[in-house]
């Protein structure tokens, strides 16, 4: 849904309220695919955004156009089977039931978030009693938050955002029923050094969607670490005293999610010697992935990349190391909407 931050905003800006957000409150099926995807529909029916790779934008927009202005939201269910999939281009065939949401009702709040980069949830009631499906934000850390959020649903929020999961669910609270969506920021790696495996790192990031700097400089590695925290993630590859040490101590000491250094055994010791050095503890120092990336038994650059992309993946989401599971959630219960 981030991407489509800067046409919603536009959209607001233009006073385009007949236009309507839409995205999946439940789904079974249709294989793997990026989990908060989500579509913008305007008043001629045109789509922007990926929703089932186009399979039902048609069917979509027509459903979006039955909303008049100031009209209650909508949930639509759409299925895709057989001679669909193939020309989908999907792995699979599924179902959906599809929340249609007056961009009106979103909050602004939401799109500029998005747009910035930041953290944040966005919760949205399903409920009967509630003519409307409106929607609140909420961000990491304490409120203050929208004095009708139910807590239970702020709760919840700020457990996905701390897991740094993008997705969507429907919880029950005591205000009713809530679909809660989290877009975690964006990851950011800093790669300090050079080289071919730094090159394969930025090509690995931009198939993930991930952001990645590379930078030779200490301080321009800490400075790059300081900028969103949150989502920072630093990939020492420099052997250079004068960086890797300083640059480490940063990072550690910032509390960014993921610090791996690469290195030989003699290498990591002395870099961990001069860390001590300049005060850092046992409990500091133990948050370096060192050896870096996950064990697969990597021996090319492009396997080491991928290696350290899957570690720094497995670390965002707070996941042990174990090989992916293959088996898929159960869907939500069905949403009965009004109207």
Known sequence: ???????????????????VLARPVTERGFG????ADALLIDAEGTCHGSLYRGAFDRRLAEEAATLAPGHTARVCAVAVHEDGVKE??????????ILLQPLPAVPARWWDVLAGGGDAALVTWLDERRTHAVSVVVTPGPGPDDPDL?????????????RRSAGREVQATDAGLVLIETCPAVPRLVIVGGGELAELLVSQAELLGWQAM????????????????????????????????PTLRAALTSGIPYVGALGSRHTQQRRAAGLAEAGLDERLLGRIHGPIGLDIGARTPAETAMAICAEVLAALVRQPRMPASTSAPSPGAAITWPG
């Open 1 to 19: 849904m981030r991407e489509l931050a800067d046409t919603a905003r536009q959209w607001a800006a233009r006073g385009r309220g007949a236009a």
């Open 88 to 97: 989908a281009g999907l792995t699979c065939g599924g179902q959906a039931e």
């Open 32 to 35: 793997p695919r990026r989990p």
């Open 150 to 162: 139910p807590p239970q649903a702020a709760v919840r929020a700020r457990e996905l955002l701390a």
């Open 214 to 245: 590379v930078t030779s400089a200490a301080q321009d590695a800490a400075k790059l670490l300081g900028e969103r925290p949150a989502a920072a993630c630093l990939i020492m590859l420099s052997h250079e005293p004068e960086v890797d040490v």
